[in-house]
């Protein structure tokens, strides 16, 4: 099957492309990026494809059947829309897109064409999730009903003044950067539950004054003070469900000096503490003692289950837990937030 990957940065590098090269159903014939040196250095790189700097190419070429979309957040919805519409199938990173609206336009454009359109929720594919899933839908957990979400670092806002602080290319911070994923992952293990009510706020405070932010970290940098820094550094808020009431506080930067990143997923048996990206113990009670116990396991390279699934899943027709259709509702999730951040009120819906 020949594919392409359009947007050769960071997250094509270290997943897409080394994922598609150890899968054998997959042949790479392009390279796609607006910067002709990183396409090119993929090719040369990877010793095979085409390299590209518009992705209207691979459009006209009828031998490609799937897409990896890597991109900024600012062109995910016209470029999945476009490679949908000339019969493409679709791998799209997270978030869908910048806004629901967007997300929106996202899935009537895989309605209308029948193919596959996948977000790149790669967490859905991660060993130690799809244990907590297993744990919580065989009912160890009991009734789930309140689940507390944390991605807080010490100032590690990232590239400040450049792509992923600007609010017309990023779509926000913390929440659409860090928190798509650890939300994601509640609604996944929780079974997907329609969100109720959201109540939010999201602070642009510790790298306003750019030249003045003192980091420890700033892993898409270097600092660019000529640029944007428009979005949430931190983010807090609550969300209604049908099932659990989810509760969150998130921050590329705070004036704590720690990283804590995990889930807590609290039932009235047990309740399980997930490392993000790492694995999670269980806590209980049995015969009047109090217990804790982390499982042991080989954890999969959720990349690599996350192509194989793409590609496996255009053959069979298999609807993935990453379609588009279950993924959006993270999408309208996170509108919400932003809306009741900017409103300073609770957001329902009917």
């Known amino acids: ?3 392409a990957v359009i947007g050769c940065g960071t997250i094509a590098n270290s997943a897409h492309i080394p994922a598609y090269m150890k899968n054998d159903q997959a042949e790479i014939a392009y390279f796609c990026d607006i910067i002709p040196e990183r396409a090119q250095a993929a090719v040369e790189k990877y010793g095979c494809g085409v390299a590209i700097t518009d992705y209207r190419d691979i459009l006209k070429d009828d031998s490609v059947a799937a ?6 957040n600012d062109v995910h919805a016209s470029i999945t829309i476009g490679c949908l519409n000339a019969g493409k ?10 806004t629901y609206a967007e997300a929106l336009e996202m899935q009537q454009a895989q309605h209308q064409s029948g193919k ?29 009903y309140h689940v507390y979400v944390s991605f807080r670092a010490h100032r590690s ?16 911070g913390a929440l659409i950067d860090w928190g798509v994923h650890f939300l994601d992952i509640v609604m996944y293990c929780c079974g997907d539950p329609e969100p109720r009510t959201v109540t939010g706020e999201a602070f642009c405070r510790l790298g306003r004054d750019m030249e003045n932010y003192t980091y420890k970290s700033m892993w898409a940098g270097p600092p660019k003070y000529d640029g944007i820094y428009d979005v949430d550094d931190s983010v807090t808020g609550m969300i209604r469900t ?26 009235d ?9 790492q694995d999670f113990k269980v806590y209980t009670a049995e015969h009047g003692a109090l217990v804790e116990y982390k499982p042991e396991f080989e954890m999969d390279n959720h990349f690599e289950n996350e192509i194989n699934a793409f590609l496996d899943c255009i053959v069979t027709g298999e609807k993935l837990a990453s379609h588009i ?7 309208k999730i996170m509108q919400a937030i932003y809306d009741s951040a900017d409103q300073h009120q609770e957001i329902s819906f009917g």
């Open 67 to 72: 897409v990896s979309v890597c991109t900024p």
């Open 269 to 277: 048996k047990a309740g399980i503490r997930l490392q993000y990206g």
């Open 1 to 3: 099957m020949k594919v």
């Open 116 to 144: 596959v359109l996948n977000i790149g929720v790669v967490n859905r594919f991660n060993t130690a999730v799809n244990k907590i899933k297993q744990y919580i839908d065989e009912g160890k957990l009991g009734d789930v």
């Open 325 to 331: 259709d279950t993924v959006i509702i993270t999408a």
């Open 89 to 98: 199938h679709v791998l799209c990173e997270k978030p869908a897109a910048r």
């Open 157 to 172: 806002i990232p590239g400040l003044g450049g792509a992923f602080t600007t609010k017309a290319i990023a779509g926000g």
């Open 242 to 267: 049908d099932g659990p009431v989810v509760t969150f506080n998130g921050a590329w930067a705070q004036n704590i000096g720690e990283s804590e990143m995990f889930i807590d997923f609290m039932g």
